[in-house]
C-alpha cells in the first residue's frame, strides 16, 4: 500500500512553459515533504522541501505548493529548461527520519 | 571530494561471492542512511546510522550486513546474495537524524549491483 503516489509516470513540456509534477498521500501524520531530482547515473538530489505549517515555498524556478486538506502537494518549475529533463521524487515524513518516496515522474523539457 | 561518494559504481557478483559497497560523505553530518531501488519501485530504507550507532534494521536479510565505523564512513557487506537483490543501492546522509524532526538526506550517486 504506498502512502506517496506520483501517478504520472511521465511528463513532457515545451522550454519555457510551467512543469506541473504532482504527489498525493494518504497519511494525515505527515507533515514535511521534500522534492528531489534524479539524473541518470546520479543520485537522487535535494531540490525544495515544505513544511506542513506552510502551504508554499519558493526556490528561484522551483515552487513547492502543498494542499493538506486534499493530501497533495505539487512542484512547479517556471520557466521549464531543458536542464531540468530527469526523474522528479516527492518524499514525506511524519517528522522522523523515516521518508516515504514515490515511485517518481520523470520530467522531459523539449527544446 | 564534495557531498556523498559510493565506490563501486557498478559491480557484478556471483551467488556465492563476498563484497563490500562503501560509502562516504563530507558534509559533517552525523546521520547515514542506506537504501535500495528497485526497477519501478519507490525508495527502501535498509539501514540508518546515528553517530555509528544502527538505529533502524528495515527487516532486511542478513545476507546484508551494514559497518559504520566512523560518522562519515558507511559500508554494505554483501554476502550469498540472491538474483531479486539486483539494484540500486544508495547511501545518504543527513546533518542529524531524530525520531521528532526531519532533515534533508543528501544522497551519494549509488552502486547499480547485479546479482548473476
Known amino acids: 500500500d504506498q502512502q506517496v503516489k506520483q501517478n504520472s509516470p511521465s511528463l513532457s513540456v515545451q522550454e519555457g512553459r510551467i512543469s506541473i509534477l504532482n504527489c498525493d498521500y494518504t497519511n494525515s501524520m505527515f507533515d514535511y515533504f521534500l522534492w528531489y531530482k534524479k539524473y541518470p547515473a546520479e543520485g537522487p538530489t535535494f531540490l525544495i522541501s515544505i513544511s506542513s505549517i506552510k502551504d508554499k515555498n519558493e526556490d528561484g524556478r522551483f515552487t513547492v505548493f502543498l494542499n493538506k486538506s486534499a493530501k497533495h502537494l505539487s512542484l512547479h518549475i517556471v520557466p521549464s529548461q531543458p536542464g531540468d529533463s530527469a526523474v522528479y521524487f516527492c518524499a514525506a515524513s511524519a517528522r522522523t527520519y523515516k521518508y516515504i518516496f514515490g515511485t517518481g515522474t520523470r520530467l522531459k523539457v523539449l527544446a | 571530494e564534495t557531498g556523498v561518494t559510493q565506490t563501486p559504481r557498478h559491480l557484478v557478483m556471483g551467488m556465492t561471492n563476498k563484497k563490500s559497497l562503501k560509502c562516504e560523505q563530507h558534509?559533517?553530518?552525523?546521520?547515514m542512511y542506506w537504501y535500495k531501488q528497485s526497477a519501478k519501485k519507490p525508495l527502501e530504507l535498509m539501514f540508518v546510522y546515528s553517530l555509528e550507532e544502527r538505529v533502524e534494521n528495515n527487516s532486511v536479510p542478513s545476507r546484508f550486513s551494514p559497518e559504520c565505523p566512523n560518522s562519515s564512513h558507511l559500508f554494505l557487506h554483501l554476502h550469498t546474495l540472491q538474483p531479486e537483490d539486483s539494484a540500486l543501492y544508495l547511501c545518504?546522509?543527513?546533518?542529524?537524524?531524530?525520531?521528532?524532526?526531519?532533515?534533508?538526506?543528501?544522497f551519494g550517486p549509488g552502486t547499480r549491483l547485479t546479482v548473476t
Open positions: 545518504a546522509s543527513s546533518q542529524e537524524m531524530s525520531a521528532r524532526s526531519s532533515y534533508e538526506q543528501y
Open positions: 558534509l559533517g553530518h552525523n546521520a
